[in-house]
């Protein structure tokens, strides 16, 4: 079985009518999966309420109080935006929370396991720094999850490898002072937000940024993965993976260029299964919405030892 963290919840964080980080592409993803002929091998699991004094607790080791009560305030007022492209309707800081609180269980299911799990979540988060939000990021969920890996499971070192198409600048930010996590990072270069230049190495060498030009085919990534991701993971011997599960390298996708196809998401799974089964892939971009869930199913399949 493979576990699904996913609650209709996280349908309720309203951007808008025309935004690209919208409902749907969870519901998309929602009714491919329970489509699929090997649908009884998924496990479906509620997250833990988000009102949890552990959630916020995890959430302040991360960003700053200011960023914090900007949310909640500006969700309490009705909505608004933290930034021209980052929303935030009335139930988002709650819905934020849940979504926190959906990774922090993927950490724990997948340490007592040992198995993969997907957190089937939004608002995504690998964008968000301590103290503000932007990209569609509210709370840098992956950053968070990592330093709860730590504290709560006293693991010694964590990883994030992001193969969005955009740089996670948040997920860096956060964490390129803490020489217990590493963060990988492939992502088109120039694109938003502009940063995760070859040179960003972190204080500690713990982050690795592979830029990559707009046009690039699975063809790249698997040089990238094989002649410089695997082996700096492999140095960094974490206890745990986190993937920031975006898709929006894909071909089709509306807000990049790269050209990815859903199905090379299985081969870069498989990839990262070479070094552990104690994998937590998380969601964060991905807007075309059959490339975004054929893209998931690409990533499960394998963990499955279905592909």
Same mark, same amino acid.
């Given at each position: 079985?493979?576990?699904?963290?996913?609650? @209709?919840?996280?349908?309720?964080?309203?951007?808008?009518?025309?935004?690209?980080?919208?409902?749907?592409?969870?519901?998309?993803?929602?009714?491919?999966?329970?489509?699929?002929?090997?649908?009884?091998?998924?496990?479906?699991?509620?997250?833990?309420?988000?009102?949890?004094?552990?959630?916020?607790?995890?959430? !302040?080791?991360?960003?700053?109080?200011?960023?914090?009560?900007?949310?909640?305030?500006?969700?309490?007022?009705?909505?608004?935006?933290? @930034?021209?492209?980052?929303?935030?309707?009335?139930?988002?800081?709650?819905?934020?929370?849940? &979504?926190?609180?959906?990774?922090?269980?993927?950490?724990?299911?997948?340490?007592?396991?040992?198995?993969?799990?997907?957190?089937?979540?939004?608002?995504?988060?690998?964008?968000?720094?301590?103290?503000?939000?932007?990209?569609?990021?509210?709370?840098?969920?992956?950053?968070?999850?990592?330093?709860?890996?730590?504290?709560?499971?006293?693991?010694?070192?964590?990883?994030?490898?992001?193969?969005?198409?955009?740089?996670?600048?948040?997920?860096?930010?956060?964490?390129?002072?803490?020489?217990?996590?590493?963060?990988?990072?492939?992502?088109?270069?120039?694109?938003?937000?502009?940063?995760?230049?070859?040179?960003?190495?972190?204080?500690?060498?713990?982050?690795?940024?592979?830029?990559?030009?707009?046009?690039?085919?699975?063809?790249?990534?698997?040089?990238?993965?094989?002649?410089?991701?695997?082996?700096?993971?492999?140095?960094? !011997?974490?206890?745990?993976?986190?993937?920031?599960?975006?898709?929006?390298?894909?071909?089709?996708?509306?807000?990049?260029?790269?050209?990815?196809?859903?199905?090379?998401?299985?081969?870069?799974?498989?990839?990262?299964? !070479?070094?552990?089964?104690?994998?937590?892939?998380?969601?964060?971009?991905?807007?075309?919405?059959?490339?975004?869930? !054929?893209?998931?199913?690409?990533?499960? &399949?394998?963990?499955?030892?279905?592909?």
């Amino acid at each position: 079985m493979f576990s699904v963290i996913y609650s @209709e919840e996280f349908l309720e964080h309203d951007t808008g009518r025309s935004h690209p980080e919208r409902p749907a592409r969870l519901t998309a993803i929602v009714e491919a999966l329970k489509a699929l002929p090997w649908a009884s091998r998924l496990s479906w699991h509620l997250p833990t309420p988000g009102h949890q004094p552990s959630v916020l607790s995890a959430i !302040q080791r991360v960003h700053t109080p200011r960023h914090i009560h900007e949310i909640e305030v500006l969700a309490e007022s009705g909505g608004g935006r933290l @930034e021209l492209d980052t929303p935030v309707s009335r139930y988002s800081y709650e819905v934020a929370l849940l &979504a926190v609180s959906a990774w922090l269980d993927g950490i724990d299911r997948v340490v007592e396991t040992g198995e993969p799990a997907f957190i089937l979540a939004r608002p995504p988060g690998h964008h968000a720094e301590s103290d503000r939000g932007m990209g569609f990021c509210l709370f840098s969920n992956a950053a968070i999850a990592a330093t709860h890996a730590l504290d709560k499971h006293k693991l010694r070192r964590v990883a994030i490898l992001d193969w969005d198409v955009h740089h996670g600048n948040g997920t860096q930010e956060i964490v390129e002072k803490n020489p217990q996590i590493a963060y990988c990072s492939l992502h088109q270069y120039p694109c938003y937000p502009g940063t995760g230049a070859a040179h960003e190495t972190g204080p500690y060498d713990n982050i690795l940024n592979l830029p990559v030009p707009a046009g690039s085919t699975l063809a790249e990534y698997q040089v990238l993965f094989e002649s410089k991701v695997i082996p700096f993971l492999r140095r960094f !011997q974490p206890d745990l993976l986190i993937v920031s599960a975006g898709y929006d390298a894909n071909a089709a996708d509306p807000l990049a260029r790269i050209d990815l196809q859903p199905e090379d998401y299985g081969i870069l799974t498989d990839y990262c299964l !070479q070094l552990t089964r104690r994998i937590v892939f998380g969601l964060e971009g991905g807007y075309h919405l059959d490339a975004l869930s !054929q893209s998931v199913i690409a990533t499960i &399949a394998p963990c499955l030892k279905l592909s």
